[in-house]
């Protein structure tokens, strides 16, 4: 179901894609090979709403007022370190995006994040920003990068996510209304580990072969 608040894109394809990877036995080269599909049909999604101006342009039969994406180059902001895998596809889709980061581990105990690297683009509040990592999952990292982000100046964000818990989109919607998050699958609920089920395992380590 998708609200104001939340896009849920069911095109079949993300969808397969999505099923191919949580299954356990999937290997991170094609883990990444699909985040990096999936990032741009979700990213196709989350840009639906940019704001679009006209130039006058030749074609070889004529002139036309042709339309072009209008104001300052897009931010992407991706939370390390399983953001990343998101970033490529759609730097591909989206090549003249800022970039920024926002490092932020998970504390295994409290499950509160803890930040340990903050790089944003100049001129926030005047970019759209789409903040990116995999798992949206307590809403703990989400909500304190969207914190920081908006103590940077930045006023107009987006959060795109693969997988999102019950719990993350209640969270997120009650620290940041104003956000509107995009995921590929909204699951079950949390386990007492704070992983999402039926999830897909961690996505860093998914990626990158890690355990
Ligand atoms: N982060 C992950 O990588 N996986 C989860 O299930 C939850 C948080």
Do not use: W
């Amino acid at each position: 179901m998708s609200t104001p608040h939340l896009t849920h894109v069911t095109h079949p394809l993300v969808q397969h894609k999505l099923s191919i990877m949580r299954k356990s036995d999937t290997p991170s080269v094609q883990f990444r090979q699909l985040l990096r599909e999936i990032s741009q049909l979700l990213a196709y999604e989350a840009t639906r709403d940019l704001v679009l101006t006209t130039q006058r342009i030749e074609t070889p039969l004529t002139e036309m007022d042709a339309p072009m994406l209008a104001g300052k180059k897009l931010a992407l902001v991706s939370i390390l370190r399983a953001g990343n895998g998101l970033l490529d596809g759609i730097l591909e889709l989206i090549p003249s995006a800022r970039v920024g980061f926002v490092g932020l581990y998970r504390d295994e105990d409290t499950l509160e994040p803890v930040q340990y690297y903050f790089k944003a683009p100049d001129a926030l509040g005047t970019r759209p920003v789409i903040v990116v990592d995999p798992m949206l999952a307590t809403g703990n990292s989400s909500v304190a990068a969207i914190d920081l982000l908006k103590k940077a100046g930045a006023k107009n964000l987006r959060f795109l996510c693969l997988l999102a818990a019950p719990e993350g989109i209640a969270r997120m919607k009650e620290a940041h209304p104003d956000v509107p998050i995009i995921t590929a699958a909204v699951d079950s609920h949390l386990n007492d580990n704070g992983y999402i089920v039926p999830g897909l395992g961690d996505a860093g380590d998914r990626m990158f072969g890690t355990k």
